[in-house]
């Protein structure tokens, strides 16, 4: 199993039946793969969609139906699509139960940074700021380091996204909860030690004794 599908498996098994569900570019937008359609999960994208199913098998795509990152999707029975306008009334209105988001950098803090590296180009921020501070629930989805580099840090030196504290962060080595004294190391990936986690990350880890391993489902969505 490749980090970006470990991730996403696992990530899939926070999502509960029958709510409304964003999902982030990149990473994020793995985690639809591994959640079956029958447990009425509806994901909305910010660009006016409300109910996007499965990637579509090749031959299939619409160029009318794609996400906030452009990537093609299919619509599950029910879905329908809206005005920008309607899409952030519902992130901004605190409708939405949950965001997957990647990330550049995160926090001691549980702070997050995903949408600016100065001097880079970006096209814009797009929902990033509405999405955290909106969403009753944030989970990051991202590998735990970016080429070696630590991506968890004990203060965030690029741009903040917002200051509200995310919930939880999911890698490909981890699975750690931001909390008022910390980060707290609750999770670790098969065949990854707690020493391997700490030494690939900058901020402090909080744990106490063993660190129970990750479980990951094999199911695949249908």
Known sequence: ????????????????????????????????????????????AENGAVGMGHRPPEGMTDRHLTDAGGSFVSFVPGASTIDSAFSFGLIRGGHLDLTVLGALQVDEAGHLANWIIPGHYTPGMGGAMDLVTGAKKVIIAMQHTNKGEPKILPECTLPLTSQRRIDLIVTEMAVIKPEDDGLHLIERAPNVSVEEIVAATAARLIYNGDVLEMAVSDRVAA
Do not use: C, H, W
């Open 1 to 44: 199993m490749n980090p970006k599908e470990l991730i996403a498996r696992r990530v899939a098994q926070e999502i509960q039946p029958r709510t409304l569900v964003n999902l982030g570019i990149g990473i994020p937008t793995l985690v639809n793969d591994y959640l079956d359609e029958s447990l009425g999960v509806f994901f909305q």
